[in-house]
């Protein structure tokens, strides 16, 4: 693998290829990338997850001096099963100007890009350094850029600006709201079908706390800001899935919600969830322990993505706009790890990556060949910026 050359096409099927589903290990790919970096002479560091399964990866190229650019990106995938795919998801295949194949759009494409251009990097006379960093499970709650970003604040000599390269069509976003989710299971107490007033359906109460997320939803979005740059303007709910029960004549035992929700910059991460927890403790609990003692309810955070808020970005904006050509500015509803890496490395930070977002998670998923372009172009004006004093 000693100096590589690939294009930017090419290092794109090689990352596809990859079965990265959040699910399953990253290492292969990450491996790759390590031993594509290590042929060029470019050493990386691993952010391991805690039983090895998985790691994050961050290296240098140019000097090892403050002021630099970093190009972040999650190598994990969402799920293709049950999908109506035409082509094989894991094999990148060019039909009418797209490239289809999971994770060429969320998001391969930005760091595949960045890869292919090593060679270019690595010849141009670097004033200031340009660092990778690739993580893992941010589709499942951005779990891995948390210790990510924390080796790069303490080892990394503090970038001048940070690009999230999640998919944007190379236009620049400066705010995105938080992402918080939960695990709540109810348990009840089993009895027959016929004979309600002996027990409790833990189904029946998940119901009820769906209802209340409901009203909840109603309360948010006729209090929503009337000049948001979000769409939807308010803080948004979704139970994700629903799991319980073992017969149509038994009442439920059990029952587990997956649910969360989508939050603004300027609230609290933590304030929808801690009042959906309260609302559980002190109104629903107690109906089913009246029905029977033995009920229970407990919930538990799964993942916490925090907003990533437009203040403090002036400068990251400025740049990536030069970089990629595009005058456009905006907020995006969905969550990245733009919030988690603006928070610890205190660096500007934008998101701005080729790709439409409307691709990701989908079957079919792909990007347009004229994207890679201008991806690329966004990295040649980015590496001439990094040649200059």
Same mark, same amino acid.
């Given at each position: 693998?000693?100096?590589?050359?690939?294009?930017?096409?090419?290092?794109?099927?090689?990352?596809?290829?990859?079965?990265?589903?959040?699910?399953?290990?990253?290492?292969?790919?990450?491996?790759?990338?390590?031993?594509?970096?290590?042929?060029?002479?470019?050493?990386?560091?691993?952010?391991?997850?805690?039983?090895?399964?998985?790691?994050?990866?961050?290296?240098?190229?140019?000097?090892?001096?403050?002021?630099?650019?970093?190009?972040?990106?999650?190598?994990?995938?969402?799920?293709?099963?049950?999908?109506?795919?035409?082509?094989?998801?894991?094999?990148?295949?060019?039909?009418?100007?797209?490239?289809?194949?999971?994770?060429?759009?969320?998001?391969?494409?930005?760091?595949?890009?960045?890869?292919?251009?090593?060679?270019?990097?690595?010849?141009?006379?670097?004033?200031?350094?340009?660092?990778?960093?690739?993580?893992?499970?941010?589709?499942?709650?951005?779990?891995?850029?948390?210790?990510?970003?924390?080796?790069?604040?303490?080892?990394?000599?503090?970038?001048?600006?940070?690009?999230?390269?999640?998919?944007?069509?190379?236009?620049?976003?400066?705010?995105?709201?938080?992402?918080?989710?939960?695990?709540?299971?109810?348990?009840?107490?089993?009895?027959?079908?016929?004979?309600?007033?002996?027990?409790?359906?833990?189904?029946?109460?998940?119901?009820?706390?769906?209802?209340?997320?409901?009203?909840?939803?109603?309360?948010? &979005?006729?209090?929503? %800001? $009337?000049?948001?740059?979000?769409? #939807? =303007? !308010? /803080?948004?709910?979704?139970?994700?899935?629903?799991?319980?029960?073992?017969?149509?004549?038994?009442?439920?035992?059990?029952?587990?919600?997956?649910?969360?929700?989508?939050?603004?910059?300027?609230?609290?991460?933590?304030?929808?969830?801690?009042?959906?927890?309260?609302?559980?403790? &002190?109104?629903?609990? %107690? $109906?089913?322990?009246?029905?029977? #003692? =033995? !009920? /229970?309810?407990?919930?538990?955070?799964?993942?916490?993505?925090?907003?990533?808020?437009?203040?403090?970005?002036?400068?990251?904006?400025?740049?990536?706009?030069?970089?990629?050509?595009?005058?456009?500015?905006?907020?995006?509803?969905?969550?990245?790890?733009?919030?988690?890496?603006?928070?610890?490395?205190?660096?500007?930070?934008?998101?701005?990556? #080729?790709?439409?977002?409307?691709?990701?998670?989908?079957?079919?998923?792909?990007?347009?060949?004229?994207?890679?372009?201008?991806?690329?172009?966004?990295?040649?004006?980015?590496?001439?910026?990094?040649?200059?004093?």
């Amino acid at each position: 693998m000693a100096g590589e050359i690939v294009s930017s096409v090419e290092m794109l099927r090689k990352l596809v290829a990859f079965d990265t589903t959040s699910r399953f290990s990253n290492l292969a790919l990450i491996e790759y990338v390590q031993g594509y970096l290590k042929g060029h002479g470019i050493d990386s560091k691993l952010v391991p997850n805690e039983d090895g399964s998985k790691a994050n990866l961050f290296a240098t190229i140019g000097p090892n001096v403050p002021g630099g650019v970093v190009l972040s990106g999650h190598t994990d995938v969402v799920p293709v099963d049950g999908q109506p795919w035409v082509t094989d998801p894991w094999t990148l295949t060019l039909k009418d100007g797209k490239y289809y194949g999971r994770g060429t759009c969320d998001m391969k494409a930005f760091y595949a890009i960045g890869l292919a251009m090593l060679p270019q990097f690595l010849k141009a006379p670097l004033k200031k350094p340009i660092h990778f960093a690739l993580s893992y499970d941010e589709e499942i709650g951005c779990f891995g850029a948390h210790s990510l970003a924390a080796r790069m604040a303490s080892e990394v000599p503090k970038p001048r600006v940070i690009i999230i390269g999640e998919p944007t069509m190379m236009t620049v976003v400066h705010a995105h709201k938080g992402s918080q989710s939960y695990v709540t299971k109810f348990t009840g107490f089993e009895a027959h079908s016929s004979m309600t007033h002996l027990g409790v359906s833990a189904i029946h109460f998940a119901g009820e706390f769906i209802h209340y997320l409901n009203t909840v939803q109603e309360e948010l &979005e006729a209090a929503a %800001p $009337k000049n948001s740059e979000f769409m #939807p =303007a !308010a /803080a948004t709910f979704n139970v994700g899935t629903i799991v319980g029960g073992t017969a149509g004549n038994i009442l439920a035992r059990e029952c587990e919600v997956l649910w969360g929700y989508r939050e603004l910059p300027t609230r609290p991460i933590e304030e929808l969830g801690e009042r959906a927890k309260k609302w559980l403790k &002190e109104e629903l609990l %107690p $109906k089913m322990k009246a029905k029977h #003692p =033995a !009920a /229970a309810i407990e919930t538990e955070l799964r993942a916490s993505t925090p907003a990533f808020s437009p203040e403090g970005n002036d400068d990251a904006k400025a740049l990536a706009g030069s970089w990629s050509g595009s005058n456009t500015v905006g907020a995006v509803v969905y969550a990245t790890e733009a919030g988690i890496f603006r928070k610890v490395l205190g660096v500007p930070t934008v998101v701005c990556g #080729p790709g439409d977002i409307a691709q990701a998670h989908q079957p079919n998923e792909f990007i347009l060949a004229s994207q890679i372009d201008a991806g690329e172009e966004f990295m040649k004006r980015m590496l001439e910026w990094c040649c200059r004093n």
